[in-house]
């Protein structure tokens, strides 16, 4: 979700849910990640394949009812794309500590079984930070 946000908005975000957590909570973060369509980009030398797979363009609406969803729904693309540092980074600077890039599948987070620990995939970064105690 956070990649939907501009900067500024993400930012905000993230302080918010600072702001909301408990001392000692963990905020997960999972997002696409841009290390992993750079490499298949080095590896295919494909330019529209990686442009395609960010997301971060969109054809101009065409048909009136093209237009008429834009209108209503706004841009749906992608506004920013995160690595694993770049997230670790928006997420200390909006006072999270302990920040953690973790593999697919792991959390520091206890009694986590509600969370899909898989959601987003092999192609997504997983980090986690915590809101400092005092």
């Known amino acids: 979700m956070l990649e939907h946000l ?7 975000f993230l302080k918010e849910a600072f702001r909301m957590l408990r001392p000692g909570g963990i905020i997960r973060i999972v997002v696409p990640d841009i290390n992993k369509q ?3 980009y080095n590896i295919s030398g494909d330019a529209n394949a990686l442009i395609e797979s960010t997301l971060l363009c969109e054809d101009s609406p065409k048909t009136f009812l093209q237009r008429l969803r834009f ?3 706004g841009k749906r693309n992608h506004q920013w794309m995160y690595d694993g ?6 997420l200390k600077a909006s006072g999270f500590i302990n920040t ?5 599948g792991k959390t520091r987070i206890c009694q986590h079984e509600p969370l899909d620990l898989y959601e987003g995939g092999p192609e997504s970064v997983y980090v986690e930070a915590e809101k400092p105690t005092k």
């Open 85 to 90: 540092n770049s997230l670790s980074n928006l």
């Open 6 to 12: 501009d900067r500024n908005e993400a930012s905000k």
């Open 100 to 104: 953690e890039i973790l593999p697919i």
């Open 38 to 40: 750079i490499a298949l």
């Open 71 to 73: 209108l209503a729904t």
